[in-house]
């Protein structure tokens, strides 16, 4: 008689070690944090959404409110330049949170029923600055390449040290 016996408790001790040092992601997480905010600064920019599509243009009125308030810029989104200072990245142990000050949400969905001091319609469109869409995250195709090898290159890592 001929048996062949498989151990896997080298091959489980290695998959435990690898996990644990896969527990903490913080280095995979700051650098998809760098590369986030990075991109949605370029967003800014070149005035596009996440996926290169153009903002849409500003309204004569929005100009002309500029014009009477001394600013003659017509960079979308980019009035005082507040609203993208206002980036903030946080990362922990679970994850990383994006914010933006309070209007940042406005622009990202749009407003077709914006009145200015509630009488004149002012709609405002949809100028997505971050990656969702409903609230889900819909990273384009380039974005998630990129953020899927930081975890990916975190992991190699993790399975080349634990042997």
Known sequence: ??????????????????????????????????????????GFAQQRDPWGNAWLPLQDSTLSLRKRRGNSGSKILSDTGTMEQSLKTVVDTQGLTMTMDDFSGVHQEGNPANLIFNRASAPIPARRIFPTINDDVVFPDAWADQLAFYFSEMMEQAFDSSH
């Open 1 to 42: 008689m001929f048996q062949l016996h498989v151990d896997a408790r080298e091959a489980n001790r290695m998959l435990d070690e690898a996990s644990h040092r896969c527990h903490n992601m913080t280095s995979a997480l700051e650098k998809s944090k760098v590369f986030l905010e990075g991109n949605i600064h370029q």
